[in-house]
């Protein structure tokens, strides 16, 4: 497989509707420390939550510089796990295989994927600056020639039909309208290709949307859709579930620590909370197959 050099590439980037707009520019300008501080210590940039069960002794330090330190490793850990959990559903690749990183941030999960698999990987984010500064991450491990990223829109790439073995949304999903998302990884994925998506969603069962749910909308600008709606649009383009899991209990930790972070707090860590705890939100691991 001929691949050409990793470039940051935005000659398919299409028009961009208001939101999509504001979305970009929401990007562009955030600096959040609960992504950066986290992601300096291996640079690994990853722009989601985690899973799994926190290391709460770090809330018993002592020391102010260290209490901090110690809660930021941890947090990093967690998220990592994440990103590891997730491409761990991916499989089985090959180096040749490619695969797409829709909603990329600053490139943490397809860093994630080429150095499990080897594979060639297109990260895509709205974002130029976020597109520039995963770009120079690549660089600076010497696997830009795998591991590419994109300044274009998820829901229109321009790649090449049935090219991609894999392809994923990491906390990415609530920006777009999923018929028009699951549309596209359809058409890149080759017949059998795997899609795999981690996101939270707000619980049919328990009726409209929570309070929680539209707060955590505000907070991020973007729409949470429905658990139900997931399964209905996948069905619609030709995704079928093969697995399914419910994180919502695995992630809590994650949370309930992040809580406790005075350095990282962004001020919606009690909403996530209660949405998790009364049951209107849930946090979801889908692998589905393209057929």
């Known amino acids: 497989m ?86 761990a559903h991916l499989g089985p690749l090959t180096p040749d295989d490619r695969v797409f990183d829709a909603g990329c941030g600053r490139g943490g999960g397809s860093v994630v994927a080429n150095l499990r698999y080897g594979c060639h990987t297109d990260g895509v984010t709205l974002s130029a600056k976020q597109a520039e500064f995963a770009g120079e991450q690549a660089r600076k491990r010497g696997i830009d020639d795998r591991v590419r990223y994109h300044h274009r829109n998820m829901l229109d790439t321009g790649f090449e039909t049935g090219a991609y073995a894999a392809s994923w949304n990491n906390e990415s999903t609530m920006y ?46 973007c729409d949470i859709h429905p658990r139900s709606e997931y399964f209905r649009a996948m069905a619609r383009h030709r995704l079928v579930p093969v697995h399914v899991q419910d994180l919502t209990a695995d992630t809590i930790p994650y949370w309930e620590l992040r809580r406790e972070a005075e350095h990282l707090v962004t001020g919606i860590e009690e909403t996530f909370l209660s949405a998790y705890r009364n049951g209107s939100f849930q946090y979801l691991l889908i692998a589905a197959d393209r057929i």
């Open 2 to 87: 001929t691949v050409a050099p990793a470039r940051i590439s935005n000659v398919h980037l299409p028009a961009q509707s208001t939101y999509q707009s504001r979305v970009a520019d929401y990007w562009n300008a955030e600096e959040n420390p609960v992504n950066l501080e986290l992601g300096k210590l291996d640079d690994l940039y990853h722009h989601h939550y985690g899973v799994g069960a926190a290391d709460l002794t770090v809330l018993d330090e002592t020391d102010p510089e260290l209490r901090r330190e110690r809660i930021t490793v941890e947090l990093h850990r967690l998220e990592h796990a994440q990103a590891e959990l997730l491409a």
């Open 176 to 221: 777009v309208e999923l018929d028009l998302l699951f549309a596209e990884h359809a058409r890149l994925l080759r017949r059998g290709g795997r899609y795999v998506v981690i996101t939270g969603c707000y619980n049919d069962a328990y009726g409209r949307a929570s309070r929680e749910v539209s707060l955590i909308n505000a907070h991020y600008i």
